[in-house]
C-alpha cells in the first residue's frame, strides 16, 4: 500500500513562503507522476502543479505559475512544492497525490486520474 504523508503548512503571512514535503512510501517515485492539489473551505479540490516521472513535465495551474516550483528527489523519495509570494486566497489543504503510469512524461491534472492519496497538509495566509 502506497502512503503518501505531507508536511510544511502552517500559519504565514501574505508575502510570504512555503515549501512543502510529500515523503511516499514507494521504492521510486520516480515510477509515479506526483501532482499537487489543494481545497480551500467550501470549494472543490483543485489542480495546482505535477512533475511527471521524468521531472521534466511541471504543468501548473495559472494562479501557480511565476510562484509555485515542484521539484523531487528520487533517492528520498521525496516531491516538493515551493511556494512563494503567497496571497490569502492560498489558503487550502494541499495534498499530494501519486499515479502509476509507464508514460515518464505523462502529468494529469484531473485528481481522479490519481491512484494514491495524501492526507493533506493545511496552509493558512494571513493578509
Known amino acids: 500500500q502506497v502512503q503518501l504523508v505531507e508536511t510544511g503548512g502552517g500559519p504565514v503571512r501574505a508575502g510570504g513562503s512555503l515549501r512543502l514535503s510529500c515523503v511516499a512510501s514507494v521504492r521510486t517515485v520516480s515510477d509515479y507522476a506526483m501532482g499537487w492539489f489543494r481545497q480551500a473551505p467550501g470549494k472543490e479540490r483543485e489542480f495546482v502543479a505535477v512533475i511527471s516521472r521524468s521531472g521534466d513535465s511541471t504543468p501548473f495551474a495559472a494562479f501557480a505559475k511565476g510562484r509555485f516550483t515542484v521539484s523531487k528527489d528520487n533517492t528520498k523519495n521525496v516531491v516538493y512544492l515551493q511556494m512563494n509570494s503567497l496571497k490569502p486566497e492560498d489558503t487550502a489543504v494541499y495534498y499530494c497525490?501519486?499515479?502509476?503510469?509507464?508514460?515518464?512524461?505523462?502529468?494529469?491534472?484531473?485528481?481522479?486520474?490519481?491512484?494514491?492519496w495524501g492526507q493533506g497538509t493545511q496552509v493558512t495566509v494571513s493578509s
Open positions: 497525490a501519486a499515479k502509476a503510469t509507464p508514460n515518464r512524461y505523462y502529468g494529469p491534472r484531473e485528481g481522479v486520474e490519481y491512484d494514491y
